[in-house]
């Protein structure tokens, strides 16, 4: 026992008091086992492990339209009303489509916030005034073209010849309800042709308006209701896209939509984007097939001569 003295508080106030050496004790060693416990495993006592039943497909829709769907007016340059599904199989759709978009994008803009839109690369607007000559645009657009012809996906669209249906109709069905049933029960009949009609599908579309968005819904959910063909519940859900969402899915829908209008509009005129969809369309045979046989069946034309609804 060491006797030592301390201050408390008044350094004229000592105190001695008694302090204990201890003395120093080394720590123990941990010691380690040689080999780790073993843990059980389902694998190790042969239970069957269960996977997750999947709830969704693999596919992923992109839907656009080109033209004016309402029957008041007709523009005689563009009479059509057509719309589009673009149906891409997700693993090839995140890890070729998207990178591809993208690749491009950096290429000619130095970034990727650029929403890639029909009419403004047509008419050079908005993010496409940037383009210094002809040659450096018509150079996009063969590059452009390039990834739409390198990306894997089924095209099913329908074209309204509104010039037609007004004049078999006295009150014309809305092209857009008439070309989105078409559309849905094409989309349902792939689906089953690739096992996957059970399993829940997204249909993405760009929201336009409250008013227009709440008509879509309605009738979209009206057609998987059971108001179709086969008379079942159909396992689509639709997505409402913002406008500013950059999704490289709608992007092509969009770039896909004007061209197969044009296709029906200016027919015998050279069409090299059309020449690239017809490689697209859902048809039958399959890809022995591919470029013919699409009529009626992945391309709807309505009203046909010997047709009064396209479903």
Known sequence: MDRRQFSLFDPEVT???????????????????????????????????????????????????????????????????????CIFHKMHYTRKVVA????????????????????????????????????????FI???????????????????????????????DNPYHLALGFCIETLYEFLCEKGQEKLLTHVVVERRGDQEDNDLELEFRRICDGDNKWRIRLPFEIIFADKRVNSSGLQLADLVARPIGMSFVRTGQENRAFEVLKQKFYCSGGRANVGVGYQDMGLKIFPAPESEKPR
Not at 28 to 48: A, F, I, Q, R
Not at 53 to 66: G, L
Not at 100 to 113: N, T
């Open 15 to 85: 105190v001695d008091l008694e302090v204990a050496i201890v003395p120093e004790i080394a720590p123990k060693p941990v010691v380690v086992p040689e080999s780790p416990v073993e843990l059980v495993t389902p694998k190790m006592l042969d239970v069957p492990v269960e996977t997750p039943a999947p709830k969704f497909s693999k596919f992923i829709v992109y839907v656009d339209e080109s033209g004016d769907h309402g029957m008041q007016t007709i523009d005689a340059k563009f009479p059509v009303f057509v719309l589009a599904f």
């Open 100 to 139: 591809a978009v993208e690749d491009l994008k950096f290429k000619h803009f130095g970034h990727d916030h650029i929403v890639l839109h029909e009419r403004d690369i047509r008419k050079e607007t908005g993010d496409f005034k940037t383009f210094q000559t002809k040659a450096e645009k018509h150079q």
């Open 142 to 172: 063969s590059e452009l073209t390039d990834v739409i012809q390198q990306s894997n996906f089924i095209l099913v669209s329908c074209v309204i010849d509104k010039v037609r249906l007004r004049a078999k109709q006295a009150l014309p």
